[in-house]
């Protein structure tokens, strides 16, 4: 039987890419440790900062939040919803999860609803524009961006924090170098700073195995949405986790390996090249005024305007 | 005749069950039922149990599976 590396006590958890068995107090301290510690190293922010964290109900939003909040951060929720309902009720039983944890302990939650600001939901509009072959995927993504960092503006955050972890950043990368998308490779980033009206993005959670952010969301008795979104079934990110999992398996310390080494080769210029296409000019948006590669309109309101331009507020020019 | 002997032990991760011989310890018996140990925790009664824990007969482990790939 495994014990606490700390007390000797019983261990829960047992990492085998650190060695370390940690009992549950010293498991949720040393999470809260660690987090804090990343965000220090890699300059995220401080307690200076306003920071807005995107939550989805999730297990690894909600427990970027409750660190967050614990580490004593000015950190306040966004819940963007969705209009997903998939037989499950997806994006009201999410709404209705996050709430309940705002509320518990008396934070601020923000709730922007897709289909109430633009008049329809997600799905429905990956349907009309025959966006992402019969999933939403790609248009949810594209919406939440731009609806984050609208928020965010508008509201005056001076960070956004998501609660990506470690396998979600090492299947992106996995997926982008299988295919060498060495654009996307430049412009992953577990810190992406802010310019030209994007407001600075940061992951505090990527050095986590999505393992431990589940086992500090369960330790910590947090409730969050189980189920995957409905769409997310034979997700290519699902199966490249479930791949490098399995090498995980054999070889401890794979997945953070693969990760850190390749922030540490961009760091020593490894896509030096193609940074600066990728970082080039921005422009304001003619109808919403948010940055966007090319200028005219961006690709949120080339989606959205059709039937709910009235709803759009120009934000200032970045 | 040894497995019958020691008895056995239930996983269940979301619809699914396994049902796996006694007398292993939890993280034997994730790899038996064909899963990836990395992929899920293992909990009896909502807690988080240690892996190398030895299944008793009619133990009852539930499997929390930890990847996700939706963001609602």
């Not at chain 1, 997310?232 to 794979?254: C, D, H």
């Amino acid at each position: 039987m495994k014990r606490c590396r700390k007390c000797g006590e019983r261990a829960v958890i047992y990492m085998r890419q650190h060695r370390l068995a940690l009992c549950k107090d010293h498991y949720l301290e040393w999470f809260m440790e660690q987090t804090a510690r990343t965000i220090r190293k890699y300059r995220m922010f401080t307690k200076h900062d306003r920071v807005l964290v995107a939550v989805s109900g999730g297990k690894d939003s909600l427990a970027l939040w409750d660190v967050l909040w614990r580490l004593g951060y000015h950190a306040d929720g966004l819940y963007i919803g969705l209009g997903i309902d998939g037989g499950i009720a997806y994006s009201d039983r999410s709404r209705e999860v996050v709430e309940a944890f705002a509320q518990e302990r008396g934070l601020r939650l923000i709730v922007e609803d897709v289909p109430t600001l633009y008049g329809e939901s997600i799905p429905d509009m990956a349907k009309r524009t025959h966006r992402g072959r019969g999933k939403p995927c790609s248009v949810c993504g594209l919406v939440k961006r731009h609806i984050m960092n609208r928020v965010a503006r508008d509201h005056g955050y001076t960070v956004l924090a998501t609660g990506h972890n470690l396998d979600d950043e090492a299947a992106v990368l996995f997926a982008n170098v299988m295919t060498w998308q060495v654009g996307y490779l430049a412009r992953q980033d577990p810190v992406l700073p802010a310019r030209d009206g994007l407001v600075k993005k940061v992951k505090p959670f990527f050095r986590f195995y999505e393992r431990e952010t589940a086992a500090y969301a369960l330790l910590r008795g947090i409730p969050y949405i189980y189920d995957e979104c409905p769409f997310a079934q034979g997700a290519k990110s699902i199966y490249f986790k479930e791949v490098l999992n399995r090498l995980e398996e054999e070889r401890p310390g794979t997945k953070l390996q693969f990760f850190l080494g390749f922030l540490k080769a961009k760091k020593q210029g490894a896509f030096a090249a193609v940074q600066e296409q990728v970082e080039g000019e921005l422009h304001a948006c003619e109808v919403c005024g948010q940055p966007t590669t090319a200028p005219g309109k961006c690709a949120f309101c080339r989606l959205v305007t059709p039937l709910s331009s009235p709803t759009l507020t120009p934000t200032p020019s970045p | 005749m040894k497995d019958k002997a020691r008895g056995t032990a239930t996983l269940i991760l979301r619809d699914q069950t396994f049902t796996v011989p006694a007398g292993i310890t939890v993280r034997e018996a994730i790899r038996h039922a064909g899963l990836v140990p990395e992929s899920v925790l293992p909990t009896r009664d909502g807690e988080l149990i240690p892996e190398d824990e030895r299944l008793r007969d009619g133990d009852v482990i539930q499997l929390v599976a930890v990847i996700s790939g939706g963001r609602a």
